[in-house]
């Protein structure tokens, strides 16, 4: 069979069997590269690649034994049994092929390039944007990470992108986004692997920004990406895996399944991607990987919609959000995450004043409780019990809290924020800081951490750093008013005033609905004693909501400032207190500074300790928790109850508040809210040394004319140097500021830069 004078391999060669079998597997690893290039972008179905392979496979032996037992002859295809070997053409056939395998390889080698340099290339302009600052080098860790602590680049790193919504309705972008969301956090369960917070990676949604600088700007290795299309009870969903820095697919897949097959799909993706890390799992990590909550696809539709809603953080889409996973929840009682989700609105509405603080704190608890009953180590739920322990002050607990939510979920930058801002609360600002460099490092664009870290540098009195992570926050967010109302409170605590002003009434242009920035706006105004501005701006905070809190208070503040605060003021002033309406931006305590007004005014300071009593009776209970109670409140009723002779339980009220700012002000320099604090005590030396520091940095606060100047609780101080230099500075530096304000508006006006 070998031939008269050769082996059986020597007969191999000589039919070019081995070219052959080199020319067809080349040809079919190109095959399988085309399908690869093209899966994602003409929606092969997933079957299809696997098909092709079997048949590829199956085809190799045939090929083979074909190659073995035919020979092309210049009159066509003969048996190789019937040629004589000295008339075989083989040879110039083995050219033949050495040339064709040579041709199959060039365009591999182009289909390659088209993959790289073309098809995973986007094109537009690159951020030129400096990434923000990093841990400091050495923070890095592999595996899990001790509490508190964040897993660094030297683990296996992902961001998952926002997924492009291919549907006909693109009101479905909701769902797109949603199973993004949910990839993202399935494999932020898994701690061996860091992935980018949601934050950072949703900044890129239609942005033709290419996959290498998103990988840098978020600190990652590999990135997710993929779309969704769905009409009816039908999904098709594509996913590819991209190695950052070669631009490799690591992996992809098509799915075309029908709608109830959705967290099937989750599965797979979510398995394919951990496996093309190569990341083993074992026990826990594998089990937390497939773990979806719900099977209920109507429960899930609902969760997706309220997650929706609550990013958007609107006055109007937080209720929105509440709505959606009270449906979910219905759909599916033991959907743990919703549950977790559902307490996180509640937290997220104390934020912008929708509800009473007391039932938005109580309505977490009930809800993170629920969540917690279902899966009790959800790292969420614990966090969300964190926020509402912090709000009521249990400080301790909170912590505690805090730290456990971060061990089991060491990449959620959400709890890191929360925590720093508890640091800095309790002067721990080195602490704050470190904890919020490491959140930056998975999540480099968020605006939470930008936010609390400018706050952490506000009270820290770094000015200049403070401004300078505000300008990041606006080039993160840049319809969002948070970057400008920021940078106006740093601009105010370093007295330039007017800046401030003009800052606000640019975040005012940005979000025209929120009658706090009105306030505040109008408070600036009043500072710079600037009274008719200041009511016309408080007349628009009316306008916008009048029953709002702020809105409430805002006569009064004008009665203070009028001097008319007990003739005209006490009746609002204690109805407003009776209506146990929430303090927001402080409103709480300009009614209670018209109560107190009146009780020295007119000897009735018994019936406002009544009052004070039968609204907060916790403070009047010795063994009562009273961080409970806000710090304003808090204060007011200590400084009455001194006033009328109970300096005991006036000092137990006041002695955790005197502690925290004066550990402050040893750090940082005095503060307004630490002479408040030596005023109500009436410690008289310290309060007139508080008072001569403040003048000589500038440190006032917004409130300076309406309540220094016309509150009883300074008399005892009133005719001293000290004194007299502190309202003397005030008025000076409030008349500077009118000036100032008045060059920049009109250059604004002039140059069209800002409002005027």
Request: net charge negative; aromatic share 8%; charged share 25%.
């Amino acid at each position: 069979m070998a031939g008269n004078d050769g082996s059986f391999f020597t007969e191999l060669k000589r039919r070019n069997v081995y070219r052959v079998g080199i020319a067809y597997a080349i040809a079919s690893w190109l095959v399988l590269q085309v399908i690869d290039v093209v899966e994602p972008i003409i929606g092969v179905p997933e079957w299809v690649p696997k098909l092709i392979l079997v048949l590829l496979a199956l085809g190799l032996p045939l090929v083979l034994i074909f190659a073995w037992a035919y020979e092309m002859t210049p009159d066509g295809l003969r048996r190789a049994s019937a040629i004589d070997p000295t008339q075989s053409i083989t040879p110039e056939t083995g050219r033949r092929l050495d040339r064709m395998i040579i041709g199959v390889l060039i365009v591999a080698v182009a289909v390659m390039a088209i993959d790289q340099y073309v098809l995973d290339s986007r094109t537009g302009p690159a951020p030129t944007e400096e990434a923000p600052a990093t841990a400091a080098e050495g923070d890095s860790q592999t595996g899990s990470a001790p509490a508190g602590e964040l897993t660094t680049t030297e683990a296996p790193s992902i961001a998952v992108l926002p997924f492009m919504n291919m549907s006909a309705d693109e009101s479905s972008t909701y769902f797109s986004d949603g199973l993004a969301d949910t990839l993202l956090h399935m494999l932020a369960q898994i701690r061996e692997i860091r992935v980018a917070a949601r934050t950072s990676s949703f900044q890129f949604r239609d942005q033709n920004t290419d996959i290498t600088q998103i990988a840098e700007a978020l600190n990652v290795g590999t990135v997710l990406e993929g779309s969704v299309q769905k009409a009816g009870n039908k999904i098709r969903i594509t996913a590819q895996l991209i190695e950052a820095e070669t631009g490799y697919h690591l992996w992809s897949g098509n799915f075309d399944r029908d709608l109830d097959d959705v967290f099937a799909i989750q599965d797979e993706i979510a398995t394919e991607v951990v496996a093309a890390l190569k990341v083993s799992l074992l026990g826990e990590s594998a089990e937390k990987l497939t773990q979806h909550g719900t099977d209920n696809v109507e429960a899930y539709t609902e969760f997706l919609l309220g997650i929706n809603d609550l990013n958007e953080y609107t006055f109007e889409s937080l209720p929105r959000a509440e709505q959606h996973f009270r449906k979910a929840i219905k759909l599916d009682p033991d959907y743990a995450l919703a549950w977790a989700q559902l307490g996180n609105t509640y937290i997220t509405m104390l934020g912008t004043g929708i509800g009473r603080r007391t039932d938005m704190v109580e309505r977490a608890k009930q809800a993170a409780d629920r969540a917690l009953a279902i899966d009790p180590e959800m790292a969420m739920a614990i966090a969300v019990l964190g926020d509402a322990e912090e709000e009521t002050g249990n400080v301790d607990l909170a912590e505690e809290l805090y730290l456990r939510a971060m061990q089991l979920s060491p990449n959620d930058t959400t709890v890191s924020g929360s925590y720093a801002w508890l640091l800095i609360m309790q002067n721990r600002g080195d602490e704050s800081l470190e904890i919020l460099q490491r959140a930056l490092t998975v999540d480099p664009l968020s605006t939470q951490i930008h936010n609390v870290m400018a706050l952490h540098y506000r009270f820290a009195r770094q000015y200049e750093d403070g401004l300078e992570i505000t300008e990041r926050l606006r080039d993160i967010a840049p319809t969002s008013p948070l970057p400008y109302y920021r940078a106006a409170e740093i601009e105010f605590a370093r007295g330039n005033w007017a800046q401030a002003t003009v800052l606000t009434r640019q975040a005012f242009e940005l979000d025209p609905d929120d009658p706090e920035l009105a306030l505040m706006i109008g408070e600036y105004y009043l500072a710079m004693e600037m009274r008719d501005e200041a009511e016309n701006w408080f007349d628009r905070a009316v306008e916008i909501d009048a029953g709002h809190p702020v809105s409430r208070a805002v006569p009064l503040l004008l009665h203070i400032y009028d001097g008319t605060a007990v003739t005209d003021g006490i009746g609002p002033a204690r109805q407003y207190i009776l209506d146990q309406l929430d303090t927001r931006q402080g409103s709480r305590n300009v009614a209670l500074d018209v109560i107190w007004l009146d009780a020295v005014a007119n000897d009735t300071m018994d019936d406002a300790l009544a009052l004070l009593r039968d609204q907060f009776p916790e403070l009047f209970n010795p063994d009562a928790n009273h961080d409970a109670v806000d710090n304003g409140t808090r204060w007011y009723a200590a400084a009455m109850m001194i006033a009328a002779g109970d300096r005991e339980s006036g000092r137990a009220l006041i002695e955790p508040m005197l502690e925290r700012s004066t550990e402050f002000s040893g750090k940082h320099g005095t503060f307004s809210r630490h002479l408040w604090n030596l005023v109500a005590i009436q410690d008289r030396d310290a309060a007139l040394s508080a008072m001569r520091e403040l003048v000589e940095t500038g440190h006032m606060s917004t409130r300076w004319s309406t309540f220094v100047e016309h509150s009883p609780v300074f008399d005892f101080v009133r005719d001293t140097a000290e004194y007299k230099a502190y309202i003397e500075y005030a008025r000076s530096h409030a008349a500077e500021q009118r000036e100032a304000l008045r060059k920049l508006l009109g250059e604004a006006s002039r140059t069209g830069s800002a409002p005027t």
